[in-house]
């Protein structure tokens, strides 16, 4: 059973940087597609970035420049570094997979606070 584990969110202010960690458990690290989503209060959860086991990466148009998704499989571990935040970017983050050969992330962790002042 796959087991993700999420941590590095906090409060920071507008111009600054954070980054997210997910160490992932309970199977092999290199058949899942690892993503990061977000949901901020009252809007739906949407995809932030996601990245292949061999290292190509999508990231949505509203972090691109800003974020970067990167994986180490020694680690089994994802990191989401995310620079020049803004408050728009306060939200509940999660790490997320999916095997590879399925469409629909079917693991999520418990989810990480980034809150972004002004």
């Known amino acids: 059973q796959v087991e993700l584990g999420e941590f590095g969110g906090g409060l920071v202010q507008a111009g600054e940087s954070l980054r997210l960690s997910c160490v992932f458990y309970?199977?092999?690290?290199?058949?899942?597609?690892m993503g990061w989503f977000r949901q901020a209060p009252g809007k739906e959860r949407e995809l932030v970035a996601e990245i292949t086991a061999g290292g190509s990466t999508f990231d949505a148009d509203s972090v691109k420049g800003r974020f970067t998704l990167t994986r180490d499989h020694a680690k089994n571990m994802v990191y989401l570094q995310m620079n020049s935040l803004k408050p728009e970017d306060t939200a509940t983050y999660y790490c997320?997979?999916?095997?590879?050969?399925?469409?629909?992330?079917?693991?999520w962790g418990q989810g990480t606070q980034v809150t972004v002042s002004s």
């Open positions: 309970g199977s092999t690290f290199s058949l899942y597609v």
């Open positions: 997320a997979a999916k095997h590879r050969s399925t469409s629909e992330y079917a693991y």
